[in-house]
């Protein structure tokens, strides 16, 4: 850190602190150096280390563990059970910029579980619609949905459409897009598991890196399936709450 | 295998093929070798191979996908995450015989985050519970609960004493058990990590293995808090299941 006569000293400490956090040179949950270390690193008095840490703590960059130190706080997405947040507000209301890009697109035929999860006939083709979603430029989740044909045709189209305006979206923002259908109800697992090569790839996590599994059905008022995904989030960004009655 | 003339070859061979699942030899999710390598291994014909794989699927030891292979099934437990199920429920449902023991339980001092949570001041004396549930013999979850002081008094005695009859319980169980008070509501978050050491040693995972951790706060109908819990699931073992209206 280079130190700048114009600004009081604390200041420069927080900017510096935000820097380190924001270039991962300080990871969220890890713990920072010591009041003591920072001193020396800046030839600082202790006084100026402690003001710059609460004013870090007070803006929510870290977070104080009585009597373990100070950590990085780790901000997770924290998105709701209960209740559906489009991927746009999810992003949104954590300060994130929202964008989202179209991996693949292709017609197959349905194999035996897919046929009849969306009740198809074995074989019948069925249209599969990747997509990557972004938070700034963070790649934060994968969606892989599989449709059958005539809607997996216009929500492509509608998918295609607004990632050229580069707005941000998942699959489920595309039915509104489309005003084809109108999913009614979903019924969705969640499980972890841990990064493969493709997830890897494409969500720029290491290997082993912890990830969330949510595999969802939508289906129209009547009952009628629309849509199997399965999506991959990343598991040091996101986090799920629910509160219920007892 | 040997081959045992009082028995059908396809029998036999099922038979077989459950062992492999239940001494992890083929893990769940895992691939078994092909019809011909079996036919090879156990030199029998091709029909009693497929007769064996069939009558496996249907017990819900197998799974065929498409084009790819069969597979051993990963029979996760399926909890609710709209509805509370106890422990027990959980592991019955599953066929798997449920037990608790009690891993630790000791006195403190609050520090702020917890005192804060649990509406106590800095410092106060509160009691930690850590219990460890099983199925079959097989380490479930873990759960670090904090109480306040008279509660966590009540709630240890309880756990000690159900762990005496060879019970399987949680600590939401132990309310009932004790009659003192009764949650009226839970705040719970979900998030992934992978197993520390602790956690590998306790539930008898790998260390890098994904798992599930809830933090959940629950509270009595005035809206007083009255537990802080952090529950760590194996991921390999459960999922949590969620069907909304949108």
Redesign the interface.
């Known amino acids: 850190m280079e130190l700048n006569e114009f600004q009081p000293l604390y200041k420069q400490l927080v900017l510096f602190i935000r820097k380190q956090i924001d270039e991962g040179v300080w990871p969220p949950g890890s713990q920072i150096p010591s009041e003591r270390e920072m001193c020396e690193m800046f030839n600082v008095s202790r006084v100026t280390v402690r003001q710059a840490i609460s004013e870090a703590e007070k803006d929510g960059l870290l977070e104080r563990?009585?009597?373990k130190g100070t950590f990085v706080t780790n901000l997770?997405i924290?998105q709701a059970?209960?209740?559906?947040t489009t991927f746009k507000e999810t992003m949104s209301m954590r300060g994130l910029n929202p964008s989202t890009r179209v991996l693949d697109e292709y017609i197959e035929p349905s194999?035996?579980?897919t046929a009849s999860v969306l009740n198809l006939t074995d074989g019948e083709p069925v249209f599969h619609l990747k997509l990557l979603g972004f938070g700034d430029e963070l790649p934060m989740s994968l969606y892989f949905s599989t449709f059958p044909l005539d809607l997996g045709k216009k929500m492509a189209e509608a998918a295609r459409n607004l990632e050229g305006k580069g707005e941000g979206f998942s699959t489920y923002d595309l039915y509104e897009a489309t005003g084809y259908v109108?999913?009614?109800?979903?019924?969705?697992?969640?499980?972890?598991?841990?990064a493969d090569e493709y997830i890897v790839e494409h969500l720029k996590i290491k290997q082993?890196?912890?990830?969330?599994i949510v595999t969802s059905i939508?289906y129209l008022e009547g009952g009628h399936p629309t849509e199997f995904r399965k999506a991959y989030y990343r598991?040091d960004k996101y986090?799920?709450?629910?509160?219920?009655?007892?």
Chains 1, 2 share one sequence.
């Open positions: 563990m009585h009597g997770k924290n059970l209960q209740q559906i194999d035996l579980k109108k999913p009614y109800m979903v019924k969705q697992t969640f499980e972890v598991d841990v082993g890196s912890p990830i969330f939508f598991g986090k799920f709450y629910i509160n219920r009655l007892l």
